[in-house]
């Protein structure tokens, strides 16, 4: 089953859903950033937020989140674009937390103490910045939580990551659902029962049961609208313009040295892990361009 988000409203504008299987880009993360199976479990979770939340883009809109805990992973990281790109990292990989037999503690990789923050790139002027305390820690409740008392929209989310013994990814997904202003309270209380009786989200992706099934089973005798299908990828936005930004942005001073210490200067993506290395030649052309901005026209 190809990664994929289908997103749909009832008729009557009462509830909209999201629905997700992300299992070949969470595991194509898992590579590149060598995490184990608990930072695993947890970017995955985070990284499938990002899949669901990213529904409600559009064109050019992007939409990040990061969770910073006191926990061994520090901080995670995820990215998407409208268009179902997405990236993510993670502070540190190894969380050195060993699954149990009730599964992965993720809260406790995560930490019990920190903040969820939430960026959208709406195509303003500037981008909107919210930030709640972790409510749980176990990413699902957190977002549900942010969605809820900050952008003041009842929500429910469902996100899973089910590995194999060897680590790999062999199931992952999310799901989003809503209620909007003015909405059927009976309708909103039939959803949140069908919630509780369904599978585990990862028991229907392992079953084949993709988001079009899962929503089916969802709204079950409810009118709805015409379903969108976005393709979902792993998609890094990194070049080598956009380091040599990075570098001309830590200043003459900072710059300088770096060009004087090392022969050969390496920057590494954070997200895809791509290196991108500089001579002392080359760090010196922009450092000769840096100062000929800094000095302007005369």
């Known amino acids: 089953m190809k990664d994929h988000l289908l997103r749909v409203a009832t008729r009557d504008g009462t509830l909209r859903a999201a629905a997700a299987v992300t299992t070949d880009l969470v595991e194509a993360i898992r590579q590149r950033q060598g995490t184990d199976p608990t930072a695993t479990v947890a970017l995955g979770r985070l990284v499938s937020g990002a899949a669901v939340m990213g529904s409600l883009l559009k064109g050019d809109q992007r939409l990040a989140l990061m969770v910073e805990g006191n926990g061994p992973l520090q901080k995670l990281h995820a990215e998407t674009n409208a268009t179902g790109q997405l990236r993510g990292s993670v502070k540190e990989p190894l969380s050195g937390i060993a699954p149990t037999a009730e599964g992965f503690d993720v809260p406790a990789a995560v930490g019990r103490a920190g903040f969820l923050h939430v960026v959208k790139d709406l195509g303003l002027k500037e981008p909107y910045r919210g930030m709640v305390q972790l409510y749980s820690s176990e990413i699902a409740e957190d977002l549900a939580y942010y969605l809820t008392s900050s952008e003041q929209i009842p929500s429910t989310v469902a996100l899973g990551v089910y590995l194999e013994e060897e680590g790999r990814v062999a199931a992952a997904g999310g799901l989003l659902v809503q209620a909007m202003p003015e909405g059927e309270e009976a309708l909103v209380s039939l959803l949140e029962e069908r919630l509780i009786t369904l599978p585990p989200l990862t028991a229907m992706l392992r079953a084949e049961q993709g988001p079009e099934q899962i929503l089916q089973l969802l709204f079950e005798g409810i009118p709805l609208g015409t379903p969108e299908m976005t393709p979902l990828e792993f998609r890094c936005t990194c070049s080598r313009p956009q380091v ?45 361009a840096l100062k000929s901005t800094n000095k302007g026209p005369q």
């Open 244 to 288: 040599q930004s990075m570098l001309k942005a830590l200043g003459l001073e900072e710059l300088e040295a770096i060009a004087q210490k090392e022969e050969t200067t390496t920057v590494t993506c954070e997200f895809c892990k791509e290196r991108y290395s500089f001579t002392g030649k080359q760090l010196n052309l922009l450092l000769d």
